[in-house]
Each structure stands twice: as C-alpha cells, then as structure tokens.
C-alpha cells in the first residue's frame, strides 16, 4: 500500500522568535495620555465625592469650618428628605427614648434629634411627578422625532433645508424667554400643574433634538436595505419596521438617554409651570428648608437619590451610547 509523506514547506517555531519591542516614547505617551485622562475624571468626579460625603453628614459636620473628610457617617439627611416629623420635649422625649427599641432605623435618627416621625415628606410624590414626566415626554418626544427624522431623511420634503431649520430654532431660545407667555397660555388651557401640560412643554422642546440626532443615523442606513425589501413586496411602513428601525436601534437608544437626561434635570419650567400636583424633583430639591434652615444634608440626599435612576439607565444602556457598527456601511 502506498503511502505519501507530507511535502509542503514547513515552517518551525524557533525558540529565538523575534517580539516587537513597544517604542519607550510611544509608551510614555500612552502613560501621559492615560494619567491626563485620570485627573480630569477625578476633576469632574469631585463635586459628586463632595455631595456622596454631605448627604452623610450630620448637620454639625455639614457646617464644620474646616470641612470635615473623616466623620461619623449618619442617615440625617434621608430621614429630613424623606420623612415629616415633630419635635419632642419632657415626658413626650423621656417616653420616646425608652421606646426606642420599638423604631425603625429613621425613627432612631429622628429621636436622637428629639423628632418623632409622623409620616412621609413630598419629595416621594415630587421623584414619581419627575419619573412620569420624563419618561412620558421621552417617549413622546422619541416617537414623533423617529417618525420626522425618518420622512426629512427619506422623502422630498419641499422646503426641507429650512424647516430643519425651523425645527432646530426651537432649542436655541432659552427657557425663560417663553416661561411667562407658556404660563399665561397654559393657565387659560387648563394645563398649569399638570402631568399632560408637563409632558406636551417638554416634548415640542425635545423634538429638535431627537430630530436632527436621529436624523444623522437613519442617513447612514443604506437605502439598499430599503430597497431590496420594497421589491420583495414589504410595504414602506413594514419595510421601515423591519428594516430601518433594527439597523436604528443604535441610534434610538442614544437620543432617548440625552433626551431623558434634558427632561429629568430641567428647571425653569418645572418652576414656573407647576406648583403642587405635577411638582418634579429639581425645583423641590432646591428649595428644601429646614425648620432652623438649609438642610444641606437633606439636599445633597434628595441629589444623590435623584441622580440614581439616570446613572442605572445609563450603564444598561452604556453600549448603545456609541455609534454601531452597522452605520456608515453595507452588509453583503
């Protein structure tokens, strides 16, 4: 039986395989880079270490000249966020201290400042008016930008050079320029401290930029796609839901959390536009007082608490927040 030997070249993995050697300048510029990097993250990151340590301090050490680094860590400020209490003295205080096994981690706080919890405070009411506004007026505001950017980016709008325009003027007045004018209006339509007043404001003022950000990713999709479905016989809604809106997803995620963002840390309307119903967070937030002041605790508590569900949106969708790779190029 024949048998055949292997006779291709062959190529043998010497021991003295040469390894290229990284430059020791590009090196140290790799260094420098990532040490610049780090200070202006500690830089911008230091506002926030400030407010994490206010919001667990105790009122004596919010105010401490010096300021304090190492402190006793305490729970002050979410109790004066978070709850109503009454002040306590004689036999009322004597009989609550020698029930305090009986209380909660925030009525021991409270007693230890001769306070009695009797019930919630606003700020929970004010963070649910901030949850639906904001997500209600994204939604919205996402919807309708998704619809308009698809048509300026698909269609011969006529005029469409200046109604992007006219689109994008929009965001370039200030807020209180249109407070009072939006007031007087909305106080005529019955709309003033609303939830749906709320969410219309915010969801004209998102449209420019869901618009002209969406906008830039459909043109990057490849009409080909498009095509090739229409000729398959999909219609142009099914061709832009299965086709573009996929490819988009990118995109979509991208706009909702800058629009989000915008939504959720806005002031002047929520100020000017709301009293006690449709009341968001930030106004209350800034307004906070205390009974012997500002509680700066319970401030940088309702900050800390308000920054949380952004930050948690932001990591779940921290992968979308950069362009795919599906943008810009056509899959064969």
Do not use: C
Not at 108 to 130: C, E, H, K, M, Y
Not at 281 to 286: L, N
């Amino acid at each position: 039986m024949a048998t055949f030997e292997e006779t291709g070249p062959r190529h043998p993995v010497t021991e003295g395989t040469r390894v290229d050697k990284v430059h020791p300048r590009a090196k140290l510029a790799k260094n420098m880079r990532a040490f610049l990097v780090i200070i202006i993250a500690i830089v911008l990151l230091f506002p926030v270490f400030v407010m994490m340590m206010t919001a667990f301090k105790s009122r004596s050490d919010v105010v401490s000249i010096p300021p304090k680094l190492i402190f006793q860590p305490t729970l002050e400020g979410f109790v004066f966020l978070l709850t109503e209490r009454s002040q306590l003295s004689g036999a009322a205080l004597e009989e609550a201290r020698a029930n305090a096994d009986e209380l909660g981690i925030f009525g021991q706080v409270a007693l230890r400042n001769g306070q009695r919890i009797t019930g919630p405070s606003d700020f929970t009411i004010r963070l649910r008016n901030s949850v639906i506004i904001a997500f209600g007026a994204t939604v919205a505001s996402v919807t309708l930008g998704l619809f308009a950017a698809y048509a300026f980016s698909r269609f011969e709008v006529p005029g469409k050079g200046d109604l992007m325009f006219f689109i994008l003027s929009g965001r370039m007045l200030p807020a209180v320029v249109v407070t009072i004018p939006i007031f007087l209006m909305y106080r005529q339509l019955g709309l003033h401290d609303t939830h749906a007043g709320m969410i219309l404001i915010y969801t004209v003022f998102n449209l420019s930029l869901t618009v002209w950000l969406l906008k830039g990713f459909i043109d990057e999709i490849p009409r080909e796609y498009e095509e090739a479905a229409l000729v398959d016989g999909y219609s142009r809604f099914q061709a832009f839901y299965k086709i573009v809106l996929p490819q988009a997803a990118t995109g979509i995620a991208a706009t909702t959390v800058f629009s989000l963002i915008f939504v959720w840390n806005e002031y002047a309307f929520a100020l000017m536009l709301t009293s006690q119903k449709a009341r968001t967070a930030p106004p209350a937030i800034a307004t906070m007082l205390g009974r012997g002041g500002i509680e700066w605790s319970a401030i940088a508590a309702g900050t800390l608490v308000f920054l949380i569900p952004v930050l948690i949106i932001i990591f779940a969708l921290r992968r979308h927040l950069l362009r795919g790779v599906t943008f810009g190029a056509i899959r064969q």
